[in-house]
T-cell receptor
Framework: ELKVEQNPLFLSMQEGKNYTIYCNYS?????LYWYRQDPGKSLESLFV?????AVKQEGRLMASLDTKARLSTLHITAAVHDLSATYFC?????????FGTGTSLTVIP | NAGVTQTPKFRVLKTGQSMTLLCAQD?????MYWYRQDPGMGLRLIHY???????AKGEVPDGYNVSRLKKQNFLLGLESAAPSQTSVYFC??????????????????FGQGTRLTVV
């Protein structure tokens, strides 16, 4: 079974700072997803990464994938309060999805 | 532009009661899924379906049953609720045969969740 580990599990950061969330997975995968979940809400798809070296950016979030290291990162640039949420990575292989435990991000003014 | 709709949004059950959660999607997706989300454990797959009339077990299927009589609907049933089934349940769908790029085909689209409490 494929294992997906995220760290940190909890992150509190000040507005304007940068930080990176890490997602490690245990075996070869087709693709890597990042989702955002606001408290009490559903999961919203942020990025799909397909190949080694893939990088995608949306606003202050940038996701990258290193398939050789089995690692994806979600980098937050100049955090703002609106980014407070829980972020999940999910690893896809075939039609299977394996979710990480999530990183709860709180951005403090 | 409804996407994936779950009903109900909240429910409180007594131990031993039964209930059915309904998931409906209007994206013509082939695959549908039921997940549960518990604190510190991410999302775990309960059951899934790869097409109308098919169902399969996921990671944590015990205590649940599902049915997919129509392509757009996926029902999750609890026959005899237990406190361990207190959780937030999410339905998701994916994979339209046409009109999507390869990667997007497998992206899960989620409903808004059902918060179930069993007392």
């Amino acid at each position: 079974e494929l294992k997906v580990e995220q760290n940190p599990l909890f992150l509190s950061m000040q507005e304007g700072k940068n930080y990176t969330i890490y997602c490690n997975y245990s075996t070869t995968s087709d693709r890597l997803y990042w989702y955002r979940q606001d408290p009490g809400k559903s999961l919203e798809s942020l990025f799909v990464l397909l190949s080694n070296g893939a990088v995608k950016q949306e606003g202050r979030l940038m996701a990258s994938l290193d398939t050789k290291a089995r690692l994806s990162t979600l980098h937050i640039t100049a955090a703002v309060h609106d980014l407070s949420a829980t972020y999940f990575c999910a690893v896809g292989t075939g039609n299977q999805f394996y979710f990480g435990t999530g990183t709860s991000l709180t951005v403090i003014p | 532009n409804a996407g994936v709709t779950q009903t109900p949004k909240f429910r409180v059950l007594k131990t031993g009661q039964s209930m059915t959660l309904l998931c409906a999607q209007d994206m013509n997706h082939e695959y549908m899924y039921w997940y549960r989300q518990d604190p510190g454990m991410g999302l775990r797959l309960i059951h899934y379906s790869v097409g109308e009339g098919t169902t399969a077990k996921g990671e944590v299927p015990d205590g649940y049953n599902v049915s997919r009589l129509k392509k757009q609907n996926f029902l999750l049933g609890l026959e005899s609720a237990a406190p361990s089934q207190t959780s937030v349940y999410f339905c998701a769908s994916s994979y339209a045969k046409q009109g999507q790029g390869w990667a997007d085909r497998f992206t899960r689209f989620f409903g808004q969740g059902t918060r179930l409490t069993v007392v």
